[in-house]
């Protein structure tokens, strides 16, 4: 008597098992994709713009480090300056709570720019608002290199995920490479915020600082992450969404 047609433990049992991990690991990709906040349009390409939490999430990250930098250099007083930087921080936080909408990006923003009220107005110095900032991105930077060394790189843990790969991928040494190439971006990014911010913090240039740190943030690190998602991509996903 054939086994599979009666033992529920069988070869046939097992099949019917396999479409329902599937959903499971869509659920783990989707769950992974909303906490590290890159998402994908319908055609399955990296969608960039609800990636940085749309308009509403651009804005949170742009304008009170603008605000700050605009205020500063008009009035140059740090302390009416640091004042409307968080006010403006809280007033996304609150219509968050308001409209219900999720929190995390309205408060770590607002978390961060409390850190660099604190900083600047415990120095007295206009240009330690940034500080903090250049520690976040080195700590950044040192983390993602040794993801690479040990061949687990970010990228990888990132998009692996999103695309269904899990972590197969790291079977697979052409996909390590690729992940890796693709973190190496990522890290090129917030490298390059270094090399130009920090001569400028060291000039006390606030306004050029404030420039540059508002042109590199988001909108540069939102053009990296699109690079990373493209170098990295599957032989076939490549031949399904070939580059514009």
Same mark, same amino acid.
């Given at each position: 008597?054939?086994q599979?047609?009666?033992?529920?433990t069988?070869?046939?049992?097992?099949?019917k098992?396999?479409?329902?991990a599937?959903p499971?690991?869509?659920?783990?990709?989707?769950q992974?994709?909303?906490?590290?906040?890159?998402?994908?349009d319908?055609s399955?390409?990296?969608?960039?713009l609800?990636?940085?939490?749309?308009?509403?999430?651009?804005?949170?990250?742009?304008?009170?480090?603008?605000?700050?930098?605009?205020?500063f250099?008009?009035?140059?007083?740090?302390?009416?300056s640091?004042i409307?930087?968080? &006010?403006?921080?809280? @007033?996304?936080? %609150? +219509?968050?709570l308001?409209?219900?909408? =999720?929190?995390?990006?309205? *408060?770590? #923003?607002?978390?961060?720019?409390?850190?660099?009220a604190?900083?600047?107005?415990?120095?007295?110095?206009?240009?330690?608002?940034?500080l903090?900032?250049f520690?976040?991105? &080195?700590?950044?930077? @040192?983390?993602? %290199? +040794?993801?690479i060394a040990?061949?687990? =790189?970010l990228?990888?843990? *990132?998009? #692996?995920?999103?695309?269904?790969?899990?972590t197969?991928w790291?079977?697979?040494?052409?996909?390590?490479?690729?992940?890796?190439?693709a973190?190496?971006?990522?890290?090129?990014?917030?490298?390059?915020?270094?090399i130009?911010?920090?001569p400028?913090?060291?000039?006390?240039?606030?306004?050029? *600082?404030?420039?540059?740190r508002?042109?590199?943030g988001v909108?540069?690190?939102?053009?990296?992450?699109?690079f990373?998602?493209?170098?990295s991509?599957?032989?076939?996903?490549k031949?399904?969404?070939?580059?514009?």
């Amino acid at each position: 008597m054939n086994q599979s047609a009666e033992d529920p433990t069988g070869e046939d049992a097992s099949r019917k098992s396999e479409p329902a991990a599937n959903p499971g690991m869509g659920s783990l990709a989707d769950q992974y994709a909303a906490k590290a906040g890159v998402r994908q349009d319908e055609s399955g390409r990296i969608d960039v713009l609800q990636s940085i939490g749309g308009v509403r999430g651009l804005a949170e990250s742009i304008l009170p480090g603008l605000l700050f930098t605009v205020v500063f250099t008009i009035l140059r007083d740090l302390q009416i300056s640091l004042i409307v930087a968080l &006010a403006v921080s809280a @007033v996304f936080t %609150i +219509v968050r709570l308001l409209t219900k909408t =999720p929190l995390t990006q309205a *408060l770590s #923003g607002l978390i961060g720019v409390g850190i660099c009220a604190f900083v600047a107005n415990r120095t007295g110095n206009a240009e330690d608002f940034f500080l903090p900032g250049f520690f976040t991105n &080195a700590a950044y930077i @040192v983390g993602m %290199i +040794v993801s690479i060394a040990v061949r687990w =790189p970010l990228a990888g843990l *990132l998009f #692996g995920f999103i695309r269904g790969e899990g972590t197969e991928w790291r079977k697979q040494a052409s996909r390590i490479r690729a992940y890796s190439l693709a973190t190496w971006l990522i890290i090129a990014v917030l490298a390059l915020r270094l090399i130009v911010q920090v001569p400028l913090y060291l000039a006390d240039n606030i306004a050029a *600082l404030g420039t540059t740190r508002v042109a590199m943030g988001v909108p540069l690190y939102a053009l990296g992450l699109w690079f990373a998602w493209l170098v990295s991509r599957p032989a076939l996903e490549k031949q399904q969404h070939p580059p514009a």
